[in-house]
């Protein structure tokens, strides 16, 4: 089974984020902090706030009990393609690992 295993604040809203096939993406949470009006998802809006995840269970975490799963948001591989499932893919993490 796919999962995330590791994951790197590198600026901005932005995560890199590792799976176990060796593929890494970049997940950009900007537009969801900005659009989700719930008071819990604004505090994200802090970037301090924003950069103090942990991953848990293989799930991204914030200390105020926002859980974020990665699945049907827009990643783009580090170097460059953007992946989402909306491209009529089964899932945004279907990528080939550069030797």
């Known amino acids: 089974m796919l999962h995330v295993i590791d994951a790197k604040y590198i600026g901005d809203y932005k995560i890199s984020v590792e799976f176990n096939d060796g593929c890494r993406f970049v997940a950009d949470f900007e537009s969801v902090i900005k ?3 719930r008071p819990i998802v604004q505090q ?31 990643l783009r591989r580090e170097g460059g393609e953007q ?3 909306s ?5 945004p993490f279907n990528c080939q690992t550069s030797s």
Do not use: C, M, Y
């Open 35 to 37: 659009s989700d009006h």
């Open 83 to 85: 992946r989402s499932a």
């Open 87 to 91: 491209q009529g893919e089964a899932s």
């Open 44 to 74: 994200l809006a802090d970037i301090n706030t924003f950069k103090d995840f942990t991953l848990q269970a293989h799930t991204i975490t914030w200390p105020n009990g926002v859980v974020r799963g990665l699945r049907g948001r827009a």
